[in-house]
């Protein structure tokens, strides 16, 4: 009786396995014809002939979803949730360590890969930058809430993405080998800066008449 109830296990995970890649490959045409946010997961599981639920035990969340077409850590996903679960006056340090932490455990996260894929991928670097801006940068704008989110999310994105870069790609002293602890002690405070601090716009026709 064992042994006949093991010769059949290689023919149902054969079928999930199957069903599994049928929705990755459906999965990767729909986010590059229609991009990540029109793409949903009902979408998806309809053209792959499966049911949303098989979507959802495969991979969880269409953020996983997406991170397993492109081929992103599979900790993307708990990352980003992670930065978004806590007060707004410690969100600095939270986008910081989350970075960085996760960036030094893979390379294949959404900023490392946009800043390696554009010249050889323009399709997979548009989809990251919808991912981010949604996921990320839209959130982030949305839980300000103020007339100037947009600027000031976009402003973080100028920290982290000098960060990543700077650390992982231009491996620049001494931001290539501080630790975590340093780094958000050290950044964090400029990123919360960005979102939650004052600012002060300057006229450019002041500037051109200081000249």
């Not at 949903?40 to 949303?52: M, S």
């Not at 790609?169 to 002690?185: K, N």
Request: charged share 25%; hydrophobic share 45%; glycine share 8%.
């Amino acid at each position: 009786m064992a042994e006949h109830d093991d010769s059949r296990r290689p023919g149902r995970w054969r079928s999930g396995a199957e069903s599994k890649q049928r929705i990755l490959q459906v999965a990767r045409e729909l986010f590059h014809q229609q991009g990540y946010g029109s793409t949903t997961v009902r979408a998806i599981a309809t053209a792959a002939g499966v049911d949303p639920a098989m979507v959802f035990y495969f991979f969880g969340t269409k953020q996983g979803l997406f991170s397993a077409v492109t081929d992103m850590s599979g900790n993307v996903p708990q990352a980003i949730e992670a930065i978004f679960a806590g007060d707004l006056d410690t969100i600095g340090a939270r986008i910081v360590r989350t970075l960085v932490e996760n960036l030094d455990k893979s390379d294949h996260m959404p900023l490392v890969m946009l800043t390696r894929s554009a010249p050889t991928d323009p399709r997979s670097e548009a989809l990251l930058r919808e991912f981010i801006d949604r996921e990320i940068t839209g959130r982030l704008a949305a839980l300000l809430g103020t007339p100037d989110a947009a600027l000031r999310a976009a402003m973080v994105n100028v920290q982290i993405l000098g960060l990543a870069v700077a650390r992982y790609i231009a491996r620049i002293e001494p931001i290539a080998s501080s630790s975590v602890d340093e780094l958000v002690a050290t950044f964090g405070p400029l990123v919360q800066h960005c979102l939650t601090g004052g600012t002060r716009h300057v006229d450019v026709r002041e500037l051109r008449e200081a000249e």
